[in-house]
């Protein structure tokens, strides 16, 4: 078993002065979702209890909607203190600096050497801004990559698997989901008895042979809803801690694992579109019976969906919903129906959309050094 200790670097340096790095990370979207955390107690000697899922889940990895981070690195003399510039698109962005310095402080235990540099870190993103995407996933998952790129100058002999392992390990402690967006076109994430390797502190590739009708999986978004998010995912992860219904959804979560693993195993579309929207509306039921409650779907998010049912009960077409927690509806299809399900979604579906808007994607396979 691995442990939060295999990550701690301790070993001897060599010297690297400066340099920079490029990586891209990929979104991704869960079709088991992660709600809930398990407890953080205080008295661990560390802040890595915070980030580990009360329930495992799995996720596509997207293609196109992803950030693009660069690294760049120069030593300093004072190694007091965390040191960095951030720019988005470019342009000094000082809100985004508080979340990163945390997160440096998240992982310093970790990555000692963190102190050592002044950093510019440069991120962009192929998506827009507040389109409902999430991107704290790709961007600590990009950010997560120029890290371990330096690490490994510092140490070369590191194994590509260690490399990747620890990537979505420091992912995670940046946004839990960002540890799934590093490595893989399915990715688990979250202890479960039938997925050998599988672990609470990083995400994994699904160890099983996929089945062809999910090679190329498309996933066509909805942007129903563009303002900011109503709920912070940190705020909406602690509402599980004293939910009613909290014990029977993760354990429900742990049957659907097994239920997809198998699906996506043998390839049956009905059973993938019936799990899939079962997560997708258990996620948002956990919102609206928590304390305090939210209702983050709007009434277009509704009439998509109930258009998605009529179009899937006429035509046979396995075209499905997920949703993350938000407004904008992820419609889930198979390449062979890319045609027809396009022409609906254009001629049923986008007057629903803010100004029309919407993004094509399908399945990636994680984050790349460019």
Known sequence: MVSEKDFIFNKSETPVS??????????????????????????????????????PSISFTLNHCKTITTLEFIKKGDCSNFSFDLLFEGRPKEDFKPK???????????CPYLKNYHFTINTQNTFPHSSGIASSASGMAALAMNIMSLEKELNPTMTDNFFYQKASFLARLGSGSACRSIKGNIVV??????????????????????????????????????????????????????????????????????????????????????????????????????????????????????????????????VCFTLDAGANVHVLYPENVRVETLQFIKDELIGYCQNGQYICDKIGFGAQKL
């Open 189 to 318: 994430w979250g202890n479960h008895k039938e997925i050998i390797e599988s672990s609470d502190l990083f995400g994994i590739e699904l160890p099983s042979e996929i089945h062809a009708n999910f090679k190329n999986y498309q996933d066509t978004i909805l942007l129903v809803d563009k303002g900011e998010k109503q709920v912070s995912s940190t705020i909406g992860h602690d509402l599980m801690l004293n939910h009613p219904f909290a014990e029977q959804r993760f354990s429900q979560a742990h049957q659907n694992l097994s239920a997809i693993k198998l699906v996506l195993e043998n390839g049956n579309l009905f059973e993938f579109i019936q799990i899939v929207e079962n997560e997708a509306l258990t996620l948002h039921a956990m919102m609206m019976t928590s304390i305090p409650y939210f209702i983050l779907m709007k009434p277009n998010t509704l009439e998509i969906i109930s258009r998605i049912w009529k179009f899937r009960n006429a035509t046979k077409i396995p």
């Open 100 to 110: 990163i310095q945390k997160f440096f402080e998240r992982i310093e235990i970790y």
């Open 18 to 55: 400066d340099g920079s790095f490029q990586w891209s990370a990929p979104s991704n979207i869960a079709l088991v979702k992660y709600w809930g955390k398990k407890e953080h107690h205080p008295n661990s000697k560390t802040d890595q209890a915070e980030q580990i899922p009360a329930n």
